[in-house]
């Protein structure tokens, strides 16, 4: 697959799901309300019972579902989510809940080009149940990661983090709660940052063109 440069300017989306959607909602109402200049042009689920595709057919947007079983191999899949989301000019994939590990086809299709959302602030907690993890772990602070994709899982650049307080009588449910409401503010933050452009990687640093108006790092 040819690698084109990253073309911010073309703000053209494709949102990968697995299941609920809350945070491509989070995306569509940001666009919707004027503060993310941006278009979703495709979202693409791995299972076809994730509820975030009822959200994206009533926002009007193109929906596919690509399930890993039908490949033969993680290559395979990545490949096809790469034709794909070329095939419709996307310059920007968006991970939102999307539960599979994004490999080497993928990542050279879009290099720079794909974004994560976590729920912790990374390096603390990568991979799955981040907030089971920090409850568990006795944090008093855990919170947002939005990043680029690399190879390296929940390792790439940070582009936003916002924290969230663990209180004493958390469980990991009522923390995933707040969580989730800061993931729903930061991620169409961190997607319009990252559209405006004039950002630069320094090392593993994202280094945005202007500081961030709020609390973010
Ligand atoms: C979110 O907590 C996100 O941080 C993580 O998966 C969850 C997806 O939720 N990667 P939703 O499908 O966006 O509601």
């Known amino acids: 697959m040819p690698a084109d440069p ?23 109402d940001a666009i919707a309300d004027g503060r993310l200049d941006a278009t979703i042009v495709v979202v693409i689920s791995n299972r076809e019972d994730a509820a975030g595709l009822q959200r994206a ?4 947007i193109e929906t596919l579902v690509l399930s ?15 034709v794909e989301l070329r095939a419709r000019d996307v310059g920007l994939v968006c991970l939102a809940g999307f539960m599979r590990l994004v490999g080497a086809q993928l990542i050279e299709a879009f290099p ?3 974004v994560n959302i976590h729920p912790s602030l990374l390096p603390a907690f990568p991979g799955l149940e981040a ?14 990661t939005v ?7 929940d390792g790439g650049p940070i582009i936003i983090q916002r924290a969230v307080r663990v209180m004493p009588d958390d469980t990991t449910e009522s923390l995933a709660t707040r ?33 961030p108006t709020s609390a973010s790092a």
């Open 6 to 28: 990253f073309n911010p300017a073309n703000r053209r989306l494709g949102v990968l799901i697995s299941g609920r959607g809350s945070n491509l909602q989070a995306l569509i």
């Open 57 to 60: 057919r009533a926002a009007g």
């Open 179 to 211: 969580i989730l409401e800061e993931e729903h503010r930061a991620y169409p933050e961190a997607v319009q940052t990252i559209l405006e452009g004039g950002w630069r990687l320094e090392g593993r640093r994202f280094v945005p063109a202007k500081s």
């Open 131 to 144: 907030q089971r993890q920090a409850v568990e772990h006795g944090v008093k602070v855990s919170g947002v």
């Open 68 to 82: 890993h079983r039908a490949f033969a191999s993680r290559d395979d899949y990545d490949h096809a989510l790469a």
């Open 147 to 153: 990043h680029l994709v690399t190879a390296e899982l």
């Open 112 to 114: 720079n080009g794909i």
